[in-house]
């Protein structure tokens, strides 16, 4: 029976790759295109089955061509239950065109129109049965508080990826134990001067939030306890290094583990479609598998991950199985 819901977005991913991104007017002859499937918590999701974890995914497609093609690619999925992929004739499945640079090693989204979202309405208390985490992505907002209010109720642990601005995320972020958001969430939605002043705000009601920061690696802030207190285990030069140093804001003490992005020849780097949630899945596969692991521990798996998938095209081709996993 699963144990956790990933709850958010799914879509079709369409990637051409060129040798540069185009200027206005340009016109430029894709190295390849590929079309696979997409969207943050379908993405995450998909990180979670590889890794052994059976899960159940609550998203909203349309009963269309490519509605089909993204039920399909869960379907191949081993440990992913589709029972509760809400499928709707009136709903266009959501498309996003991806354009890879290949010379800066980036990559840019153009989304298709908004579309209707899960609602409050089609949120069924009986999902919960049996569930002890549920991932939000940010999407649905309005119905994931709905969701996160019911799990509370059950005691159930939440986690939520933030992007970007979207209405109610602000009732949503209270409902959160964990909370994974991005460097340029901190400085250009919260306007904040220290991606700390953002992590200090978000634990006021949360166990311990992450920060990433793309090639530059990550952090994670929680409170001190000094009871809980571990130190960095032992940094290996082929791996992520993680730093820890405990700062002192608003008369209270709060430990910062630091770590660098894993190792990763510039050559090897095929995609950065996906990355985040790649890191995200390892995060919660830790969360739910390892309770001996330090956070130094969680943040170096997590970040390995997200290297892996850096290495093919579209946000799943290269996520490892566990079976695959070699961190030496």
Not at 200 to 220: D, H, M, P, W
């Amino acid at each position: 029976m699963s144990a956790i819901i990933v709850f958010g977005a799914s879509c079709l991913d369409y990637i051409a790759q060129v040798n540069h991104f185009p200027q206005p007017d340009e016109k430029l002859r894709t190295n390849s295109l590929t079309i696979c499937g997409g969207g943050n918590a379908g993405n995450t999701a998909t990180c979670l089955s590889r890794l052994g974890i059976k899960l159940k995914l609550v998203t909203k497609i349309g009963n269309d061509l490519n509605g089909e093609k993204i039920l399909q690619g869960f379907q191949e999925e081993k440990n992913i239950d589709t029972s509760l992929i809400l499928i709707r004739s009136t709903v266009t499945s959501q498309l996003t065109y991806i354009i890879v640079d290949i010379e800066s090693k980036t990559r840019t989204c153009l989304y298709s129109a908004n579309n209707e979202q899960v609602l409050i309405d089609d949120i069924n208390p009986q999902w919960l049965n049996e569930i002890n985490f549920i991932h939000f992505d940010s999407r649905s907002t309005e119905a994931a508080v709905r969701l996160a209010t019911l799990a509370k109720e059950k005691s159930i642990l939440c986690s939520l990826d933030i992007e970007r601005e979207r209405p109610f995320i602000s009732e949503l972020i209270p409902l959160m134990d964990y909370i994974i958001t991005t460097e340029n969430y901190s400085r250009n939605v919260c306007k904040d001067s220290t991606l700390m002043h953002t992590a200090v705000r978000f634990l006021a009601t949360c166990r311990f939030v992450i920060i990433t920061c793309g090639e530059n690696g990550s952090i994670l802030v929680e409170k001190f306890n000094k009871t809980s207190f571990d130190e960095v285990k032992k940094n290996a030069d082929h791996e992520s290094i993680v730093i820890q140093e405990i700062m002192r804001m608003n008369e209270e003490d709060f430990v910062v583990w630091k770590c660098s992005a894993w190792p990763i020849e510039s050559k090897d780097i095929i995609d950065t479609t996906g990355s985040g949630d790649a890191f995200i899945g390892g995060i919660i596969y830790g969360l739910l598998t390892k309770e001996v692991w330090s956070r130094d521990q969680l943040l170096r798996f997590a970040s390995y991950i997200a290297t892996c998938k850096l290495k093919g095209i579209g946000a799943r081709s290269s996520l490892p199985y566990v079976s695959d996993i070699d961190m030496n």
